[in-house]
């Protein structure tokens, strides 16, 4: 299994910029979802082992950008131009198979997970 721990959340005003780390060891493709008080989670962003291929829900599309440093051995989702809805608690979550897949979409096909990390814009 892969080890997860997130970094980097806060208090930030709308407009502004977070930068959130997850630190992890293994071979492993990344997704980061959030999850709201009283919402379901929801996927943010995965990007495969390589690095060369990622996908983006709407909602974040042109605004964040997942990246990863596998020498490293850390991942990261750029958020910028952030708004109040994007308040939430994020994790980030590791999947074994490196490559893509659709299941990356889904947060129950993920075998790790992180403590999370909240994020919280003000307006």
């Known amino acids: 299994q892969v080890q997860l721990a997130e970094s980097g959340g ?32 929801e996927f943010v962003a995965a990007i495969v082992w390589s690095g060369g291929r990622s996908y983006y829900a709407d909602s974040v599309k042109g605004r964040f950008t997942i990246s990863r440093d596998n020498a490293e051995n850390t991942g990261y989702l750029q958020m910028n131009s952030l708004k109040p809805e994007d308040t939430a608690v994020y ?12 299941r990356l979409l889904k947060w129950n096909e993920y075998d790790s997970w992180g403590q999370g990390t909240q994020v919280t814009v003000s307006s």
């Open 10 to 41: 806060g208090l930030v005003q709308a407009g502004g910029s977070l930068r959130l780390s997850c630190a992890a060891s293994g071979r492993y493709a990344m997704g980061w979802f959030r999850q709201a008080p009283g919402k379901e989670r």
């Open 91 to 102: 994790y980030c979550a590791g999947r074994t198979t490196p490559a893509w897949s659709d």
